[in-house]
C-alpha cells in the first residue's frame, strides 16, 4: 500500500531534549516536506525537500533541522525543543512541486 | 506575502444540498491549486487539483472552479453527505512551496 508513515504518532516531551520524528513514503518520491499545523494558523511548511541531500526553509523553519540522506526517508529534528513548537506535524511526499502531495497520519508534540 | 484565504471559517448544510466552498489568493504566478480534506484526527486528503490553464475541472460529485482574473478558487460539493462533513483547505503551489488557506469546517446534517 502506498503510504506515507510517521512516528511516532504521540510524543510528550520536555523543554530542551532532543528529538527525532521520523518519516518515510514507498512511493519513490522525490519531494518531501513538514508543515506544522496550529488552530487558527492552517499548515504551515517548515523544511522540503527537492531531491537526496537537498533540503531548504519552509515558511517557518526556526527551531527545527532536517536531512534527506535516503530518499524514502525525511526526519525531522528539533535540537532544542520549546514550548512554542508544541503543535500537530505532518509530512508529505509529492513526486514533484506541482503534484498531489500525499500526507502522513500526523504526529502531536507536546513540548512541556 | 503570499497568501491563500478561505472566505468563511465554516459552512453548515444540510444533507443534499450542493456546498460551494471558496477560497482566495494573493500570489498571481501560482499555476497549481489544490483542494484538501481533513476528517478529525487525520492527515490531509487529495480531492481534487487544477492548473492555471483551466477555468474548470471536474471530478465525482466536485467540481474546482478557478478565476484567475479575480484570483479566486471555489470548490463545489455536489449532493452533499455527511461523511463529506472535514476541514477543507485549499492550497496553491508557488515555486516550490506549498501554501495552504486556514481552512474551512463543513458540517452536513442530516
Known amino acids: 500500500e502506498a503510504q506515507v508513515t510517521q512516528n511516532p504518532r504521540y510524543l510528550i516531551t520536555v523543554t530542551g531534549k532532543k528529538l527525532t520524528v521520523t518519516c518515510s513514503q514507498n512511493?519513490?518520491?522525490?519531494?518531501m516536506s513538514w508543515y506544522r499545523q496550529d488552530p487558527g494558523l492552517g499548515l504551515r511548511q517548515i523544511y522540503y525537500?527537492?531531491?537526496?541531500?537537498?533540503?531548504d526553509k519552509g515558511d517557518v523553519p526556526e527551531g527545527y533541522k532536517v536531512s534527506r540522506k535516503e530518499k524514502r526517508n525525511f526526519p525531522l529534528i528539533l535540537e532544542s525543543p520549546s514550548p512554542n513548537q508544541t503543535s500537530l506535524y505532518f509530512c508529505?511526499?509529492?513526486?514533484?512541486?506541482?503534484?498531489?502531495?500525499?500526507f502522513g497520519p500526523g504526529t502531536r508534540l507536546t513540548v512541556l | 506575502g503570499e497568501s491563500v484565504g478561505l472566505h468563511l471559517p465554516t459552512l453548515s448544510v444540510q444533507e443534499g444540498d450542493n456546498s460551494i466552498i471558496n477560497c482566495a489568493y494573493s500570489n498571481s504566478a501560482s499555476d497549481y491549486f489544490i483542494w484538501y480534506k481533513q476528517e478529525s484526527g487525520k492527515g490531509p486528503q487529495f480531492i481534487i487539483d487544477i492548473r492555471s490553464n483551466m477555468d474548470k475541472r471536474q471530478g465525482q460529485r466536485v467540481t474546482v472552479l478557478l478565476n484567475k482574473t479575480v484570483k479566486h478558487l471555489s470548490l463545489q460539493i455536489a449532493a452533499t453527505q455527511p461523511g463529506d462533513s472535514a476541514v477543507y483547505f485549499c492550497a496553491n503551489q508557488a515555486g516550490t512551496a506549498l501554501i495552504f488557506g486556514k481552512g474551512t469546517t463543513l458540517s452536513v446534517s442530516s
Open positions: 512511493m519513490n518520491h522525490e519531494y
Open positions: 508529505a511526499s509529492s513526486v514533484g512541486t506541482d503534484n498531489e502531495q500525499f
Open positions: 525537500s527537492m531531491n537526496v541531500e537537498v533540503t
